[in-house]
Nanobody, 120 residues
């Protein structure tokens, strides 16, 4: 059982920055890929950014050029640096990871979420 714990959510003004952290309970070498999702009130959860163990990244079009996902394997941590925040970025942000202990078996894990609120 992998535990993912997010932190860093806050209330920030439009144009500001935040860095979210997701700490895993085990080595993130075993969690691939890892990503950040968000869910705004009344909307479906959506992918924000994803990173593989090799460092390949992918972003939602709405955050390209503003958000950066990174991972620190030594700290078992994945980060989401968010710059030029907009009110539409307001949501609960969730950390996500996949573990495949053996061929044919995959398990998905979620954190509890951290609230990001961007005021206009």
């Amino acid at each position: 059982q992998v535990r993912l714990v997010e932190s860093g959510g806050d209330l920030v003004q439009a144009g500001g920055s935040l860095r979210l952290s997701c700490v895993a309970s085990e080595s993130i070498f075993s969690i691939n890929p890892m990503g950040w999702y968000r869910q705004a009130p009344g909307k479906q959860r959506e992918l924000v950014a994803i990173i593989t163990i090799g460092g390949a990244t992918n972003y939602a079009d709405s955050v390209k050029g503003r958000f950066t996902i990174s991972r620190d394997n030594a700290k078992n941590t994945v980060y989401l640096q968010m710059n030029s925040l907009k009110p539409e970025d307001t949501a609960v942000y969730y950390c996500n990871g996949w573990v495949s202990p053996k061929a044919g078996y995959e398990y998905e894990y979620w954190g509890q979420g951290t609230q990001v609120t961007v005021s206009s």
